[in-house]
């Protein structure tokens, strides 16, 4: 008998990314605000069917962007199960099928999510029975964007964003999300805003610039609930995102984008993560549609969805 779990998992936007200099090891201290909203992707895992090749995962994935999703085993849902499965020595034998919502390399953790979903979805049907505090562990392990998507939520991540403390919010905040054609690398951004640190002479090292800092204001705006005091907070300094300029830097096309939406009456616009979707703060719902709206007919982006935050993170669902 074939059995099943579903997991559903949402996209984050970064609702503040500060980031610190280039360290010795490559990477880069952040202290990151991370908010889960109402975009999702449905992660199911499934036992293969008697007499199916017994090796390891094995992939499928639907929607839009579903030719862009790797279905080897680097896709990150793979390496979660292989990774569950090494850990409890089970066999890693499993149907995973994403149904995917999230924009792929859009900035919103749509790999990450995936991964965070297929764990708790082959712990589930594998009954390996892993604590949360040992899903925690192997979602930092298989990357810093992980761990939030298994708790979704509102969340500061420090170190390389995956030690998490959970933020309270007085939202819910509506945004609208304006999805590009094509990518960002996400190393290729962090190495672009490298590279433009050091072009305005500030140094671009751990040692010439200082730690990351969380926006005391912004971290108030969002546990007050109060969506004006957001908008500035987002808007400080040019924007609350340190990724931002590297990102228009190799996608110059979303200064329009960002324009378009700010225009169209959001009260504040962002590139999300490291981009290439811009986020943008409505009001409340009715301002989220009119926004999306203006942003589809201003040709700016290939597609413009609405979303609220905070959600869950990672969840089974029933049946
Ligand atoms: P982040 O916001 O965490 O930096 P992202 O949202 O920009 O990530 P992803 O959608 O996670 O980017 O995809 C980045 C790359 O990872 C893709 O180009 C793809 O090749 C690869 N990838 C591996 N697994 C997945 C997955 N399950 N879904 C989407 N992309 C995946």
Same mark, same amino acid.
């Given at each position: 008998?074939?059995? &099943?779990?579903?997991?559903?998992? !949402?996209?984050?936007?970064?609702?503040?990314?500060?980031?610190?200099?280039?360290?010795?090891?490559?990477?880069?201290? %952040?202290?990151?605000?991370?908010?889960?909203?109402?975009?999702?992707?449905?992660?199911? +895992?499934?036992?293969?069917? !008697?007499? =199916?090749?017994? $090796?390891?995962?094995?992939?499928?994935?639907?929607?839009?962007? +579903?030719?862009?999703?790797? *279905?080897?085993?680097?896709?990150?849902?793979?390496?979660?199960?292989?990774?569950?499965?090494?850990?409890?020595?089970?066999?890693?034998?499993?149907?995973?099928?994403?149904?995917?919502?999230?924009?792929?390399?859009?900035?919103?953790?749509?790999?990450?999510?995936? +991964?965070?979903?297929?764990? *708790?979805?082959?712990?589930?049907?594998?009954?390996?029975?892993?604590?949360?505090?040992?899903?925690?562990?192997?979602?930092?392990?298989?990357?810093?964007?992980?761990?939030?998507?298994?708790?979704?939520?509102?969340? #500061?991540?420090?170190?390389?964003? /995956?030690?998490?403390?959970?933020?309270?919010?007085?939202?819910?905040?509506?945004?609208?999300?304006?999805?590009?054609?094509?990518?960002?690398?996400?190393?290729?951004?962090?190495?672009?805003?490298?590279?433009?640190? /050091? =072009?305005?002479?500030?140094? @671009?090292?751990?040692?010439?610039?200082?730690?990351?800092?969380?926006?005391?204001? %912004?971290?108030?705006?969002?546990?007050?609930?109060?969506?004006?005091?957001?908008?500035? =907070?987002? @808007?400080?300094?040019?924007?609350?995102?340190?990724?931002?300029?590297?990102?228009? &830097?190799?996608?110059?096309?979303?200064?329009?984008?960002?324009?378009?939406?700010?225009?169209?009456? $959001?009260?504040?616009?962002?590139?999300?993560? &490291?981009?290439?979707?811009?986020?943008?703060?409505?009001?409340?719902?009715? @301002? =989220?549609?009119? *926004?999306?709206?203006?942003?589809?007919?201003?040709?700016?982006?290939?597609?413009?969805? *609405?979303? @609220?935050?905070?959600?869950?993170? +990672?969840?089974? #669902?029933?049946?």
């Amino acid at each position: 008998m074939t059995r &099943s779990v579903t997991v559903r998992v !949402p996209a984050k936007v970064n609702v503040q990314l500060a980031v610190g200099g280039l360290r010795p090891d490559g990477f880069h201290d %952040l202290a990151s605000v991370f908010l889960a909203v109402g975009l999702y992707d449905r992660v199911t +895992a499934a036992t293969p069917p !008697p007499g =199916a090749a017994p $090796a390891g995962p094995r992939l499928t994935v639907s929607g839009p962007d +579903a030719a862009q999703v790797p *279905v080897d085993r680097t896709n990150l849902a793979a390496r979660a199960a292989e990774l569950l499965a090494a850990r409890y020595g089970v066999a890693p034998a499993v149907h995973l099928h994403i149904d995917k919502d999230i924009p792929v390399a859009g900035g919103m953790a749509g790999g990450s999510a995936d +991964a965070a979903a297929a764990l *708790v979805a082959c712990d589930a049907l594998w009954g390996t029975g892993a604590s949360r505090d040992d899903l925690l562990g192997l979602c930092a392990e298989l990357g810093s964007d992980v761990p939030f998507s298994l708790v979704g939520g509102a969340a #500061l991540g420090r170190g390389r964003g /995956e030690l998490l403390t959970p933020l309270a919010v007085g939202g819910p905040f509506f945004w609208v999300f304006a999805v590009a054609d094509g990518g960002l690398s996400t190393p290729a951004v962090y190495r672009e805003c490298d590279r433009l640190r /050091e =072009a305005a002479g500030t140094g @671009a090292t751990a040692a010439e610039l200082p730690a990351p800092e969380p926006s005391p204001a %912004l971290l108030e705006a969002l546990r007050t609930g109060d969506v004006a005091g957001l908008a500035v =907070a987002l @808007a400080a300094g040019g924007s609350s995102n340190d990724l931002q300029a590297a990102a228009v &830097s190799l996608r110059p096309s979303l200064a329009g984008t960002l324009r378009a939406g700010t225009d169209a009456g $959001a009260l504040a616009a962002i590139v999300s993560g &490291s981009g290439p979707t811009c986020a943008f703060l409505a009001k409340d719902a009715q @301002a =989220a549609a009119e *926004v999306a709206a203006a942003l589809r007919a201003s040709g700016t982006c290939r597609e413009a969805r *609405v979303a @609220a935050g905070p959600v869950d993170g +990672a969840t089974a #669902l029933p049946g």
